[in-house]
């Protein structure tokens, strides 16, 4: 049972480059979210999935976007990267208490 | 609108000496609250869920309790392992996520 998965775990792109942030999730949750933690910012909302086929807007949307195809994948995709991006990158899943992956440092030089 | 503070921002203790963290939130109805402990360079780690005003949670050296605006999070006799960021969160109604407090980060000194 590995819980959420997420990969890359660190990744440093270009300004203007794209790339996918893959997250999957083997314990059959409904939701699924993604969160972005800046220091001393605390924890923010991108996007979020209440199940398959349905995503919505976050506390943080733009910029990004995601698709869940599936129950157990929800990928974050990042069209024109741009400093501003520079993050780290947490994908959950909850049924009730939320349960979070390793996360991915993104860094946009 | 929602919103969770916590305090101490920063809280640095000798090791065994006890204390508490603030966790208070401004919620519309109120469907749980939620302590998380973040190492350096990792996810959360879920710890506690509490749902209505005293209740208690306890793990190890770790107790959590809940009011009607407020939870703490007290740790008795901390050791050096306990070193973290802890956050709490509650859900948004709306959306069925979580809006996180900023956390403590708490350092014990052996």
């Known amino acids: 049972n590995a819980g959420v998965t997420q990969t890359p775990k660190f990744r440093i792109l270009k300004i203007g480059q794209s790339m996918t942030l893959q997250c999957t999730q083997d314990?059959?949750?409904?939701?699924m979210y993604w969160y972005r933690q800046d220091p001393g910012m605390g924890l923010k909302l991108i996007y979020y999935?209440?199940?398959?086929?349905?995503?919505d807007k976050g506390e943080v949307p733009n910029g990004y976007n995601v698709s869940r195809s599936t129950t157990e994948d929800f990928p974050l995709r990042l069209e024109l990267a741009a400093p501003s991006q520079t993050s780290v990158y947490f994908c959950?899943?909850?049924?009730?208490?939320?349960?979070f992956g390793q996360g991915t440092r993104l860094t946009v030089v | 609108e929602d919103q969770v503070t916590q305090s101490p921002e920063a809280l640095r203790l000798q090791e065994g000496e006890s204390s508490s963290l603030n966790c208070s939130y401004t919620?519309?109805?109120?469907?749980?609250l939620f302590w998380y402990r973040q190492d350096p360079g990792k996810g959360p780690e879920f710890l506690f869920t509490?749902?209505?005003a005293g209740e208690e949670k306890e793990k190890e050296r770790l107790k959590a309790t809940l009011t009607k605006k407020e939870s703490f999070l007290h740790i008795t006799a901390p050791k050096p392992e306990d070193s973290a960021t802890y956050l709490c969160?509650?859900?948004?109604?709306?959306?069925?996520?979580?809006?996180f407090g900023k956390g403590t980060k708490l350092s014990v000194k052996p």
């Open positions: 959950a899943s909850s049924y009730t208490e939320a349960f």
């Open positions: 314990m059959n949750h409904n939701y």
């Open positions: 999935s209440v199940g398959a086929g349905i995503t």
């Open positions: 919620v519309s109805g109120l469907r749980g």
């Open positions: 509490l749902y209505s």
């Open positions: 969160a509650v859900p948004v109604r709306s959306q069925g996520n979580l809006i």
